[in-house]
């Protein structure tokens, strides 16, 4: 199931039933776990692991060195979950020593053609980047963010859970879950209402975090005083408690 044309480093750990399309190279120190079926003309660089039942299609481009001056050979690495869908032309790099030396992906994610994922990346789990997406090195995208086509990602941003971006956006601040953003100058522009339905979430706890938007958002408080109402009203709406927390711990201003 390998074809004869791949190339393969004699170091690399592959599971039995993986399949391995033409001219593939696959580099020194790579690990791919079993059901994962990698098209033509793939590079995987290592120190890469890859785990199971992964789709990575013709010309994507895993686990190269990163894009970043200060990188001078360390030894960093690129970590990908389960049940990924990886299209045509992505790129994806490992990290640098000057953050956590690794980038992350986690599990049933769509990186979709042209999308690029910097050093330092960490994205968790049913995040879907629209073609040619781009993040820059060290953002963070929690589960189920949408990027849409063309979305750019400042370095060190932050994207919460839910959250949405419209095609074209430019990101370069955080934004909270659930926040819907987009427009020239991109700013929020809602809650993301048809991305929450859609994953099953309750009438009751969308109203509440339409209520929470309101304080951050549409109300003339300031950001502390925003977070104090949303910290009262997720007393009584648990749903909240992912945006308290983001409010709390993010690590660039927010998006306003």
Not at 74 to 81: P, S
Not at 161 to 187: E, L, W, Y
């Amino acid at each position: 199931m390998i074809d004869p044309t791949a190339v393969i480093a004699e170091d690399c750990a592959l599971a039995k039933d993986i399949k391995i399309g033409p001219y593939t190279v696959i580099g020194s120190n790579v690990e791919i776990g079993p059901g994962t079926i990698i098209g033509p003309h793939v590079v995987i660089q290592g120190p890469t692991r890859i785990g199971a039942c992964n789709r990575i299609f013709q010309f994507a481009s895993v686990g190269e060195d990163p894009q970043d001056k200060k990188y001078q050979g360390e030894r960093t690495v690129l970590e990908i979950g389960d049940y990924n869908t990886i299209r045509e032309y992505c790129t994806i790099h490992r990290g640098t020593v000057q953050d956590r030396g690794k980038t992350s992906i986690g599990n049933r994610n769509l990186l979709m053609a042209y999308t690029h994922v910097a050093h330092d990346c960490v994205i968790g789990n049913y995040v879907v980047m629209a073609n040619a997406a781009s993040l820059a090195g060290h953002v963070h995208l929690d589960d189920h963010v949408t990027l849409g086509g063309f979305t750019l990602v400042h370095q060190f941003c932050r994207i919460g859970c839910h959250a949405f971006s419209a095609m074209g956006s430019h990101i370069n601040k955080d934004i909270p879950p659930f926040v819907m953003v987009g427009g020239q100058p991109t700013r929020p522009r809602g809650i993301n209402q048809i991305g929450l339905e859609r994953s099953g979430m309750d009438p009751d706890s969308i109203r509440a975090i339409r209520r929470a938007y309101k304080y951050l958002y549409k109300s003339e408080l300031r950001l502390e005083e925003a977070q104090e109402r949303i910290a009262n009203l997720a007393k009584e709406a648990d749903v909240l408690q992912p945006m308290l927390d983001f409010l709390r711990h993010r690590s660039r201003s927010l998006l306003r």
